[in-house]
């Protein structure tokens, strides 16, 4: 997306504090090595998680074996709920010459669909499981 003097991208935040995926209690006397997950997450226009796909790449744990298939759906299960406030395309009137387009006057902001990637780190330490994000692109 190119963009011109007069229009601003704004992010999608996240509107609250978020629960993080939950390691599995079934994968726990596993002791399983540190596992990355990654996923691609598709926020809508309304800022609702409308999609939750595994992503592999780097560090990214490959989302087809027993296992990261099982914290996969942890992630999933946590992603989806999570909400949004919306990303917003700022576009100024036609000659706008200020710093950011989001605060002109007359500006028409349009809330737009995007996608976000997210990776959940899960380990164990002496039997007491942590997941954290680790990155988001």
Do not use: I
């Not at 229009?7 to 978020?18: G, Y």
């Amino acid at each position: 997306m190119e963009r011109v003097p007069h229009q601003r991208f704004l992010h999608p935040n996240l509107e609250a504090d978020v629960a993080l995926p939950v390691y599995p209690e079934a994968l726990l006397a596993q002791r399983l090595p540190p596992a990355t997950v990654c996923v691609d997450v598709v926020v809508d226009a309304a800022g609702q998680v409308t999609a939750v796909a595994p992503r592999q790449d780097g560090d990214c744990a490959a989302a087809s074996t027993g296992d990261t298939a099982v914290l996969l759906e942890a992630v999933r299960t946590a992603v989806a709920g999570w909400r949004y406030a919306p990303a917003l395309l700022c576009e100024a009137p036609v000659g706008y010459t200020g710093d950011d387009a989001c605060t002109a006057e007359g500006v028409v902001e349009t809330p737009t669909a995007v996608r976000l990637s997210y990776a959940f780190r899960f380990s164990q330490t002496a039997g007491r499981p942590e997941v954290e994000r680790v990155g988001a692109r």
